[in-house]
């Protein structure tokens, strides 16, 4: 009998990973009825976050607020606490960007005026709680301004020449001339989850690599992002070159600026979940997210599964919606792209339960 861990992330914007999980075992099943199944679905700092820690901890209680989304717009959204615990006897806040000041709440990209003011917001508002400890999952951002909406948000002042405020979003990035954080809120414990590794600045930068997702494009443009946000570490007198400060339009730095610790979001949740004690025994463990690609092996899900099966002695599989000719897929025995097998990215897109349940059984067949 084989046993398969099943520990997808969530597929952006199409499935989440619960129902990935799900579906891949279906599809499993199929080929090899007798197999055991473990479903372990996670998140690593991005989109899911906050639920993979709401399904695994006991007395989760979701906190509604409305916040300014990244675009200006008001979006009723929520933080998530956890329980007082010895070591956080007010309880735990956890906080998702996603849902705040996330991608997927813009109707079209807005690369200069995004922000993460509704990031700040949730934050404050779990404060005024009085929580002990914050958690906070900084993927799926929609901006690149240095997390200057969030500190704003907590009391810091980001001023032009004149003393006047800057613009919000990545536009007022080149005016800042002076940072006064004299009324900005004090941290408590805060661990932020970062899905990439990435520098703030440079070829591997917030600007230059994850840019272009959110609409910066021009090379011009990028240069002149990057130059903003370099200054702004300056004088906020941080690392630009810190692992991780990237993350999220460069939120991370923000968030060691605040006093923040940066933690691989992929390793906090699979401690959570235990997952390390459910792949000790397993022959086969299945990973997965929307598009495996170049900047996979930073940090991600898959990628960090894929070490802990290598330690286990299992075998990783990877089924992804997409999978680019830059994606290193050599850490996976066996890879199913469900673009390849539903022949279009729109088929894979329409209909992500079918696909992976065929990614499922393909896999399967690899071991029979």
């Not at 400890?133 to 948000?153: E, K, P, Q, Y």
């Not at 022959?283 to 599964?305: H, I, M, N, R, W």
Request: hydrophobic letters at 50%.
């Amino acid at each position: 009998m084989t046993r398969v861990v099943l520990a997808p992330d969530s597929f952006k914007g199409t499935i989440t990973a619960v129902d990935a999980a799900a579906a891949l075992a279906d599809g499993w099943a199929s080929v090899d009825p007798t197999a055991e199944f473990v479903h372990r679905p996670m998140a690593d700092g991005g989109e899911g976050t906050m639920a993979a820690f709401e399904a695994a901890v006991p007395g989760a209680v979701r906190m509604p607020l409305t916040v300014d989304g990244p675009a200006g717009q008001r979006v009723d959204t929520c933080w998530l606490l956890l329980p007082p615990t010895e070591s956080a006897p007010a309880g735990t806040a956890v906080v998702d960007l996603g849902s705040t000041s996330g991608i997927e709440l813009l109707h079209e990209l807005r690369p200069w005026d995004a922000d993460t003011t509704g990031l700040g917001q949730a934050l404050a508002a779990a404060l005024d709680h009085g929580v002990s400890r914050l958690v906070v999952g900084i993927g799926s951002s929609a901006s690149t301004d240095g997390g200057t909406g969030m500190l704003t948000a907590l009391g810091a002042r980001f001023l032009d020449a004149a003393g006047a405020p800057v613009a919000r979003g990545a536009r007022g990035l080149d005016d800042i001339a002076a940072v006064d954080l004299s009324a900005l809120r004090a941290a408590p414990e805060v661990r932020v989850l970062t899905d990439v590794t990435n520098p703030l600045t440079g070829p591997r930068g917030a600007a230059a690599v994850f840019g272009p997702q959110k609409g910066l494009r021009a090379a011009d443009d990028i240069a002149l992002v990057d130059d903003g946000l370099r200054r702004l570490a300056d004088l906020l007198r941080i690392d630009p070159a810190g692992q991780g400060h990237g993350a999220a339009g460069g939120t991370g730095a923000a968030f060691a600026a605040w006093g923040g610790v940066l933690a691989p979001g992929a390793a906090e949740v699979a401690a959570l979940i235990d997952l390390a004690g459910a792949i000790a025994d397993a022959d086969v463990v299945v990973t997965g997210e929307g598009s495996y690609d170049g900047q996979s092996g930073d940090g991600k899900a898959p990628s960090f599964l894929a070490g802990l099966a290598a330690a286990a002695g299992a075998r990783a599989m990877l089924a992804a919606g997409r999978i680019t000719d830059d994606a290193d897929t050599a850490p996976f025995a066996a890879c199913a792209s469900l673009t390849a097998l539903a022949g279009s990215s729109e088929a894979a897109l329409a209909e992500p339960g079918r696909w992976l349940r065929e990614a499922g059984a393909a896999l399967a067949r690899t071991l029979v």
